[in-house]
Protein backbone atom coordinates (compact mmCIF):
# COMPACT_ATOMS: atom_id res chain seq x y z
CA UNK A 1 0.00 0.00 0.00
CA UNK A 2 1.39 3.54 -0.60
CA UNK A 3 2.14 5.42 2.57
CA UNK A 4 1.30 8.64 2.86
CA UNK A 5 3.25 11.04 5.49
CA UNK A 6 2.01 14.30 6.83
CA UNK A 7 3.71 16.77 8.42
CA UNK A 8 3.92 18.68 10.85
CA UNK A 9 1.36 16.65 12.87
CA UNK A 10 0.01 19.63 14.51
CA UNK A 11 0.25 23.74 13.66
CA UNK A 12 -0.54 26.71 15.98
CA UNK A 13 -1.06 29.87 13.31
CA UNK A 14 -2.04 33.15 14.24
CA UNK A 15 -5.46 34.55 12.69
CA UNK A 16 -4.64 36.38 9.47
CA UNK A 17 -1.57 34.20 9.17
CA UNK A 18 -0.76 31.35 6.44
CA UNK A 19 -0.71 28.12 7.23
CA UNK A 20 1.17 25.21 5.09
CA UNK A 21 0.58 21.46 5.50
CA UNK A 22 2.85 19.01 3.74
CA UNK A 23 2.09 14.91 2.62
CA UNK A 24 4.45 12.99 1.17
CA UNK A 25 3.74 9.59 -0.64
CA UNK A 26 5.98 6.71 -0.58
CA UNK A 27 5.64 6.03 -4.24
CA UNK A 28 4.58 8.38 -6.75
CA UNK A 29 0.65 9.08 -7.27
CA UNK A 30 0.82 10.73 -10.28
CA UNK A 31 -0.85 9.38 -13.61
CA UNK A 32 0.90 10.50 -16.71
CA UNK A 33 -1.08 9.57 -19.44
CA UNK A 34 -3.47 12.03 -18.20
CA UNK A 35 -1.20 14.08 -16.28
CA UNK A 36 -2.86 14.61 -12.90
CA UNK A 37 -1.78 13.42 -9.36
CA UNK A 38 -4.17 11.39 -7.89
CA UNK A 39 -4.06 12.91 -4.14
CA UNK A 40 -6.82 14.90 -2.60
CA UNK A 41 -7.18 17.12 0.71
CA UNK A 42 -10.20 16.89 3.72
CA UNK A 43 -10.97 19.14 6.21
CA UNK A 44 -12.52 17.34 9.23
CA UNK A 45 -14.01 20.20 11.91
CA UNK A 46 -14.24 18.58 15.36
CA UNK A 47 -17.59 16.52 15.30
CA UNK A 48 -18.27 16.39 12.16
CA UNK A 49 -17.37 13.85 9.33
CA UNK A 50 -14.61 15.30 6.83
CA UNK A 51 -15.22 17.51 3.90
CA UNK A 52 -13.31 17.17 0.59
CA UNK A 53 -11.46 20.57 -0.26
CA UNK A 54 -8.98 19.51 -2.84
CA UNK A 55 -8.85 17.06 -5.51
CA UNK A 56 -6.20 16.13 -7.94
CA UNK A 57 -3.49 18.10 -6.10
CA UNK A 58 -4.64 21.32 -6.78
CA UNK A 59 -8.29 21.76 -7.66
CA UNK A 60 -10.97 23.36 -5.60
CA UNK A 61 -14.36 21.92 -4.47
CA UNK A 62 -17.15 24.10 -5.65
CA UNK A 63 -17.83 26.53 -2.76
CA UNK A 64 -14.09 26.17 -0.98
CA UNK A 65 -12.66 29.55 0.19
CA UNK A 66 -10.14 30.41 -2.60
CA UNK A 67 -7.51 30.94 0.79
CA UNK A 68 -7.46 27.65 0.55
CA UNK A 69 -4.83 26.22 -2.17
CA UNK A 70 -3.33 22.82 -3.24
CA UNK A 71 0.20 22.03 -4.65
CA UNK A 72 2.83 19.85 -5.62
CA UNK A 73 3.21 16.60 -8.14
CA UNK A 74 4.60 12.92 -7.99
CA UNK A 75 4.89 12.13 -3.98
CA UNK A 76 5.55 15.61 -2.39
CA UNK A 77 2.45 17.67 -1.70
CA UNK A 78 1.21 21.09 0.01
CA UNK A 79 -1.95 22.61 1.57
CA UNK A 80 -1.70 26.60 1.73
CA UNK A 81 -4.50 28.40 3.57
CA UNK A 82 -3.74 31.97 3.13
CA UNK A 83 -4.84 34.38 5.87
CA UNK A 84 -6.47 31.86 8.59
CA UNK A 85 -9.67 32.57 9.74
CA UNK A 86 -11.35 30.67 12.93
CA UNK A 87 -13.65 28.37 11.20
CA UNK A 88 -10.51 26.56 9.42
CA UNK A 89 -9.72 25.41 13.17
CA UNK A 90 -9.94 21.42 11.89
CA UNK A 91 -7.76 18.34 11.52
CA UNK A 92 -6.74 18.14 7.56
CA UNK A 93 -6.28 14.66 5.73
CA UNK A 94 -4.00 14.12 2.32
CA UNK A 95 -5.60 11.28 0.25
CA UNK A 96 -4.09 9.17 -2.25
CA UNK A 97 -6.20 6.55 -5.09
CA UNK A 98 -2.83 6.01 -7.67
CA UNK A 99 -2.95 2.86 -5.96
CA UNK A 100 -5.81 0.41 -4.02
CA UNK A 101 -6.43 0.87 -1.57
CA UNK A 102 -6.51 4.23 -1.50
CA UNK A 103 -4.73 5.72 1.90
CA UNK A 104 -4.54 8.24 4.15
CA UNK A 105 -2.54 10.65 6.20
CA UNK A 106 -2.27 10.78 9.48
CA UNK A 107 -3.83 13.77 9.50
CA UNK A 108 -2.52 17.24 10.74
CA UNK A 109 -4.53 18.86 13.56
CA UNK A 110 -4.47 23.25 12.93
CA UNK A 111 -5.22 25.42 15.10
CA UNK A 112 -5.32 29.14 16.54
CA UNK A 113 -2.28 30.79 18.03
CA UNK B 1 -29.64 18.67 -1.73
CA UNK B 2 -27.14 15.26 -1.01
CA UNK B 3 -27.85 13.71 2.39
CA UNK B 4 -26.71 10.40 3.34
CA UNK B 5 -27.92 8.95 6.41
CA UNK B 6 -26.16 6.12 8.15
CA UNK B 7 -27.72 3.55 10.78
CA UNK B 8 -27.32 0.46 12.18
CA UNK B 9 -24.14 1.08 14.45
CA UNK B 10 -24.15 0.09 17.94
CA UNK B 11 -22.22 -2.41 20.55
CA UNK B 12 -21.77 -5.90 19.39
CA UNK B 13 -19.14 -8.59 21.00
CA UNK B 14 -16.55 -9.75 19.44
CA UNK B 15 -16.95 -12.11 16.56
CA UNK B 16 -20.65 -10.75 16.28
CA UNK B 17 -22.13 -9.07 13.06
CA UNK B 18 -23.60 -6.21 12.34
CA UNK B 19 -25.21 -4.84 9.52
CA UNK B 20 -25.09 -0.80 8.69
CA UNK B 21 -27.47 0.93 6.17
CA UNK B 22 -27.27 4.07 4.56
CA UNK B 23 -30.16 5.88 3.23
CA UNK B 24 -29.34 8.30 0.41
CA UNK B 25 -31.59 11.20 -1.32
CA UNK B 26 -30.68 14.72 -3.41
CA UNK B 27 -28.54 13.12 -5.99
CA UNK B 28 -29.35 10.62 -8.64
CA UNK B 29 -27.46 7.02 -6.20
CA UNK B 30 -27.63 4.86 -9.55
CA UNK B 31 -25.26 7.20 -10.83
CA UNK B 32 -22.28 7.11 -8.74
CA UNK B 33 -19.61 4.55 -6.70
CA UNK B 34 -20.10 4.50 -3.14
CA UNK B 35 -17.78 3.25 -0.23
CA UNK B 36 -17.66 3.32 3.31
CA UNK B 37 -15.07 4.81 5.33
CA UNK B 38 -14.32 4.67 9.12
CA UNK B 39 -12.48 6.18 11.71
CA UNK B 40 -11.37 4.86 14.91
CA UNK B 41 -12.30 6.90 18.02
CA UNK B 42 -9.54 10.16 17.98
CA UNK B 43 -7.55 8.32 15.10
CA UNK B 44 -7.37 8.86 10.85
CA UNK B 45 -9.77 7.55 8.28
CA UNK B 46 -9.17 4.58 6.61
CA UNK B 47 -11.27 3.08 3.77
CA UNK B 48 -13.16 0.33 3.92
CA UNK B 49 -15.35 -0.64 0.39
CA UNK B 50 -16.87 0.33 -2.94
CA UNK B 51 -19.11 -0.95 -5.01
CA UNK B 52 -20.31 0.25 -8.93
CA UNK B 53 -22.77 1.57 -9.63
CA UNK B 54 -24.69 -1.48 -11.05
CA UNK B 55 -22.71 -3.94 -7.78
CA UNK B 56 -20.90 -5.65 -10.43
CA UNK B 57 -18.05 -4.67 -9.35
CA UNK B 58 -16.80 -4.40 -5.57
CA UNK B 59 -13.13 -3.46 -3.48
CA UNK B 60 -12.72 -4.19 -0.32
CA UNK B 61 -8.92 -3.20 2.28
CA UNK B 62 -7.21 -6.06 2.94
CA UNK B 63 -8.08 -6.19 6.39
CA UNK B 64 -12.02 -6.79 6.16
CA UNK B 65 -11.69 -9.05 3.21
CA UNK B 66 -13.67 -11.88 3.61
CA UNK B 67 -15.58 -10.33 7.18
CA UNK B 68 -17.21 -7.78 5.36
CA UNK B 69 -19.65 -7.30 2.42
CA UNK B 70 -20.68 -3.89 0.59
CA UNK B 71 -24.49 -4.20 -1.31
CA UNK B 72 -26.62 -1.17 -2.69
CA UNK B 73 -30.49 -1.33 -3.89
CA UNK B 74 -31.01 1.43 -6.72
CA UNK B 75 -34.22 0.95 -6.12
CA UNK B 76 -34.40 2.27 -2.54
CA UNK B 77 -31.73 4.58 -2.54
CA UNK B 78 -30.02 2.57 -0.78
CA UNK B 79 -26.43 1.28 0.69
CA UNK B 80 -25.28 -1.34 3.22
CA UNK B 81 -22.47 -2.87 4.64
CA UNK B 82 -22.83 -6.50 6.13
CA UNK B 83 -19.77 -6.92 8.76
CA UNK B 84 -19.71 -10.27 10.95
CA UNK B 85 -16.51 -11.46 12.77
CA UNK B 86 -16.46 -8.34 14.55
CA UNK B 87 -12.59 -7.60 16.45
CA UNK B 88 -11.84 -5.03 18.35
CA UNK B 89 -9.75 -3.15 16.06
CA UNK B 90 -12.83 -2.75 13.93
CA UNK B 91 -14.63 -0.38 16.46
CA UNK B 92 -15.13 2.74 14.71
CA UNK B 93 -17.41 5.67 13.42
CA UNK B 94 -18.64 4.16 10.01
CA UNK B 95 -19.00 6.95 7.41
CA UNK B 96 -21.16 6.05 4.27
CA UNK B 97 -19.48 8.57 1.17
CA UNK B 98 -20.38 9.09 -2.70
CA UNK B 99 -17.36 8.25 -4.67
CA UNK B 100 -15.15 5.92 -5.66
CA UNK B 101 -11.92 6.63 -4.51
CA UNK B 102 -12.55 10.68 -4.10
CA UNK B 103 -15.66 11.14 -0.98
CA UNK B 104 -17.39 14.46 -2.07
CA UNK B 105 -20.24 13.63 -0.24
CA UNK B 106 -20.49 11.74 3.56
CA UNK B 107 -22.67 11.28 5.97
CA UNK B 108 -22.68 11.45 9.73
CA UNK B 109 -21.40 8.50 10.02
CA UNK B 110 -22.95 5.53 12.51
CA UNK B 111 -20.58 3.88 15.57
CA UNK B 112 -19.92 0.27 15.71
CA UNK B 113 -18.53 -0.48 18.88
CA UNK B 114 -16.58 -3.87 19.30
CA UNK B 115 -16.51 -4.96 22.72
CA UNK B 116 -17.68 -7.78 25.66
Known amino acids: DIVMTQSPDSLAVALGERATINCKSS????????????LNWYQQKPGQPPKLIIY???TRESGVPDRFSGSGSGTDFTLTITSLQPEDVAVYYC?????????FGQGTKLEIK | EVQLVGSGGGLVQPGGSLRLSCAAS????????MSWVRQAPGKGLEWVAN????????NYVDSVKGRFTISRDNAKNSLSLQITSLRAEDTAIYYCTRGRWTQDFWGQGTLVTVSS
Open chain 2, 26 to 33: GFSFSSYW
Open chain 2, 51 to 58: IKQDGSEK
Open chain 1, 95 to 103: QQYYGIPCT
Open chain 1, 56 to 58: RAS
Open chain 1, 27 to 38: QSVFYSSNNQNY
